[in-house]
């Protein structure tokens, strides 16, 4: 498929010359390089902000275990004083 672009400076067109130059490949070659980058970015956005939901969402279920096995820690501190206190007395 064709695109035609308009009005594009001079200074601009030279400068992706450049770059295609360096490159060694054509100008119409870099330009549909960096528009299926562009194309792509957007599935790239959408699966960065999942990893983002995903991510706080691991970090929510940690800090929520962390208090379960802390309660949990404290409840056997609790159970094995006790025990202490009875053998003590037995």
Do not use: F, P
């Amino acid at each position: 498929m064709d695109i035609l672009l308009r009005n594009i400076s001079s200074a601009t067109v030279c400068h992706i010359d450049e770059l295609a130059h360096k490159k060694g490949i054509s100008r119409n070659q870099l330009l549909c390089e960096w528009l299926d980058q562009i194309a792509m970015m957007e599935g790239l956005v959408q699966l960065e902000s999942k990893y983002e939901r995903m991510y706080s969402g691991v970090i929510e279920m940690m800090k929520e275990t962390n208090l379960v096995l802390e309660q949990a820690v404290k409840t056997n501190q609790t159970i094995l004083q006790q025990i202490n206190e009875v053998e003590k007395k037995g």
